[in-house]
């Protein structure tokens, strides 16, 4: 079932974006990986993943720019599930987040475990 499932993972930390890549992998996901967010942004609307983690702190655009512009972009963008994950754990990044568009927000550091779940229970609904 997952091995149709497409995820985009945009961080500006690479050892972490291949450790989230393998995990992913391990469980039957497609991976695509940028490392700033305008690399993020375009990979999202050309290549269209069904889901986006995506870090707030990004080189050239910020994942709350890119959530903003995917939003605003095309039905595509509207609907795509897209998971801000981020160290940033004030409630007003919470809150910016949302109401940029995220759908769900978690928070570096984080478990491998609740990231995989969260990111299934975005795939089903």
Same mark, same amino acid.
């Given at each position: 079932? %997952?091995?149709? =499932? ?11 974006? +291949? ?6 992998? %391990? ?5 695509? =990986?940028?490392?700033?967010? +305008? ?8 290549? !269209?993943? $069904?889901? /986006? ?6 080189? $050239? ?16 963008? !509207?609907?795509?599930?897209?998971? /801000? ?8 990044? =919470?809150? !910016? ?10 928070? =570096?550091?984080?478990? /491998?475990? +609740? ?9 089903? %609904?």
């Amino acid at each position: 079932m %997952n091995s149709q =499932k497409t995820i985009l993972i945009v961080d500006d930390e690479p050892l972490l974006v +291949e450790t989230i890549a393998f995990n992913l992998e %391990n469980k039957g996901f497609a991976v695509l =990986k940028a490392f700033d967010g +305008e690399s993020g942004l375009a990979q999202a609307l050309e290549l !269209k993943p $069904h889901l /986006m983690i995506l870090d707030v702190m990004l080189p $050239h655009l910020s994942g709350w720019d890119v959530c903003r512009t995917l939003r605003a972009a095309s039905t595509y963008g !509207k609907s795509l599930p897209i998971l /801000m994950l981020t160290a940033r754990g004030e409630a007003r990044d =919470k809150e !910016k987040s949302m109401a940029a568009g995220a759908t769900d927000y978690l928070l =570096k550091p984080f478990s /491998m475990q +609740e990231l995989i779940q969260r990111i299934q229970t975005l795939l089903t %609904n």
